[in-house]
């Protein structure tokens, strides 16, 4: 049965070539190097630290590099209870991250604000920034966080990026 891959591979050319798409290349650079922004509000934190140690091993998906720059990061992971007081810089540096740019929920307060059914708690953190994986669990474990950081991945392989970049520039032309 003939399958479909986004690369194609032929042992028998010489040289041994690798054929792709330019949007298949550009998405497997960018979704093997997410940069974590480690959003470490409550307890959930300690997971996501245990997820980096080398038990777990983040750096097998090109993730172990945690930035405490927003400029430097495309991937914030908020792991704990977002209260009203921390929402506002929260927010900040999410719009301060350049784009593209994804958010993981981790664990029961950030994805819905768990058990803290409190006037001083955020009933989850989307209510202010874009979730794209939410993880279950008060606190979830490290294989959980890899498992969003997975599910991250694919939704980058399917994202077309220079056909949106060229379209994105067409656009701009027309202005
Ligand atoms: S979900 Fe549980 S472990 Fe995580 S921050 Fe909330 S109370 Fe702590």
Known sequence: MQTQSEYGYNSK????VVLTTVDAALAWFRK????????????????????????FDISRFGSEVMRFSPRQADCMIVAGTVTYK???FLKR???QMAEPKWVIAMGACASTG???????V???VDKIVPVDVYIGGCPPRPEA???ALM????????QPILRKTVLANALKLND
């Open 114 to 120: 768990g058990m803290y059914r409190s006037y001083a």
């Open 86 to 88: 921390s929402a506002g």
């Open 151 to 158: 599910k991250i991945q694919k939704k980058i392989g399917t």
């Open 13 to 16: 050319v010489e040289g041994d």
């Open 93 to 95: 540096i999410y719009d």
């Open 32 to 55: 093997n190097s997410v940069w974590p922004m480690p959003m470490g509000l409550a307890c959930c934190a300690i997971e996501l630290m245990a997820a980096g140690a080398s038990r």
């Open 122 to 124: 955020l009933q989850g």
């Open 145 to 147: 966080v890899l498992d």
